[in-house]
């Protein structure tokens, strides 16, 4: 063949089925709904993109048939098979995970800022630890007011309750995911 004639001829086209070669990122929530994008050869024409059995919404696909954008659809958390289908047939998978809810984490409580105060209440104290957020507080078995806590979750902010008799008694932040004790508690004086 001379070197006019491979200038002239047409473009082969990809002579197997499409060939999947990755999906980038290869991971992402099980509520889907974001982008990804699927490498590979041959994949021009796409009619399809499979998640497992749950079809995919095609954004875009690039004229040489290297890329394809999808929207990855809502499934089960796990590792699911993904495939093209185009006019040359389906191709081989590449694997997509869905990565499930993390699982909420209980509340800590390492102190709390004064330890002690009046047996009238009224005091403002702080309280240090993990996952404080949405959390109340009480006192001996009393509702403290919370006024607040940190974006963080590290910082409670609230105004002890009254309380029943001078001594040491219990603090404890509740969430909607656990409980935790507060060491050495609170002293009433």
Not at 52 to 74: F, N, R, Y
Not at 171 to 177: Q, R
């Amino acid at each position: 063949m001379s070197s006019d004639q491979s200038r002239s001829a047409a473009p082969l086209p990809f002579p197997f089925g499409p060939l999947l070669l990755a999906a980038l990122p290869g991971a992402g929530p099980a509520a889907g709904g974001n982008t990804i994008q699927l490498l590979g050869l041959g994949l021009s024409g796409v009619t399809g993109v499979m998640f497992g059995t749950t079809p995919a919404t095609v954004v875009s696909q690039d004229l040489l048939g290297l890329t394809v954008t999808v929207v990855v659809p809502a499934h089960a958390a796990g590792v699911v098979p993904v495939t093209v289908t185009n006019s040359s047939g389906t191709s081989n998978s590449v694997s997509y995970t869905y990565l499930g809810t993390p699982a909420p984490t209980p509340p800590t409580a390492a102190s709390i800022n004064p330890a002690s105060g009046p047996v009238i209440g009224g005091t403002p104290f702080v309280i240090t630890g993990t996952n404080l957020t949405g959390g109340t507080v009480t006192v001996n078995g009393v509702a403290a007011t919370v006024v607040g806590a940190d974006p963080t979750g590290t910082l409670l902010i609230g105004i002890t309750p009254t309380g029943a008799a001078t001594g040491n008694v219990p603090v404890v932040v509740t969430t909607a995911y656990g409980s935790a004790t507060v060491p050495g508690g609170y002293t009433y004086v």
